[in-house]
């Protein structure tokens, strides 16, 4: 079991910047990979960045080159900095963990409860 629990999430003008952060807790030890999605009203969640246990990133186009994920594997934290912030990445940000379970050789998916972000024009 992985909890995850996300913060950092509040009302900014366009081009201003946040920082958001998950903390992971539970049988982190077995996480695999870790990342940020996004959900806007009336449209279906989509991924924004994801980091592997190895330190490989990933990103969205649309955040290519103002957001970076990180983490903090000593405080069992990720981080999504988002800098030059856009009207259009207005939505509740989800923290994603994904566990292996070696004993059915399989991947499962851990989700927080979300933080919203909100950017004014």
């Known amino acids: 079991q992985v909890q995850l629990v996300e913060s950092g999430g509040g009302l900014v003008q366009a081009g201003g910047s946040l920082r958001l952060s998950c903390v992971a807790s539970?049988?982190?030890?077995?996480?695999?990979?870790m990342g940020w999605y996004r959900q806007a009203p009336g449209k279906q969640r989509e991924l924004v960045a994801v980091?592997?246990?190895?330190?490989?990133?990933t990103y969205a186009d649309s955040v290519k080159g103002r957001f970076t994920i990180s983490r903090d594997n000593a405080r069992n934290t990720v981080y999504l900095q988002m800098n030059s912030l856009k009207p259009e990445d207005t939505a509740v940000y989800y923290c994603n963990a994904e566990q292996w379970i070696p004993t059915t050789a399989q991947a499962r998916d851990y989700w927080g409860q979300g933080t919203q972000v909100t950017v004014s024009s």
């Open positions: 539970g049988t982190i030890f077995s996480i695999t990979a």
């Open positions: 980091l592997t246990r190895g330190g490989s990133a």
